[in-house]
């Protein structure tokens, strides 16, 4: 099988190669000055079509196409990564979550008994001191407020 100059062989997976922002610069400056692209992207050994990329998101970040620019996908991309991370961290809690609520819905033993005793509204009687409220001018309340107590 053969192959066209610069492509990879089928069998082989190319990763797009990452360049500095001032190597991009320079290449844009080559075309700008009238170099054509294919003889630019041949002489640097780059795809026309990088080139032509890097034009368009030039002319975005220089507000002469409409787009979005440069720092805004930045942000986007770190955005999208904290979103992932956050996910992530999420999963692995809901799974915790559901471990733990199996395990205490799968025992009995472990449901919570009333740690004092319950009056008939199921309410835990305390000891100590209650709250009672009054209504405004009944015997008890006038008793209270003639005691000095309310």
Request: glycine fraction near 8%.
């Amino acid at each position: 099988m053969s192959t066209t100059q610069g492509e990879a062989p089928p069998s082989e997976a190319v990763m797009p190669r990452s360049f500095p922002p001032e190597f991009r610069r320079k290449v844009l400056d080559f075309v700008a000055s009238g170099r054509k692209v294919a003889e630019v992207a041949q002489l640097l050994g780059i795809s026309d079509q990088t080139i032509y990329v890097w034009r368009r998101q030039h002319l975005t970040d220089t507000g002469q196409l409409p787009g979005t620019n440069s720092s805004d996908l930045c942000e986007l991309a770190a955005a999208r990564k904290r979103i992932a991370e956050l996910e992530a961290e999420l999963a692995t809690q809901l799974g915790t979550v559901r471990s733990l609520h199996q395990a205490w819905s799968g025992s009995k033993s472990c449901a919570p008994k009333p740690s004092s005793p319950r009056g008939p509204d199921n309410r835990a009687l305390l000891p100590g001191p209650r709250l009672v409220v009054m209504q405004p001018g009944s015997s008890e309340a006038l008793r209270h407020s003639r005691a000095g107590t309310g």
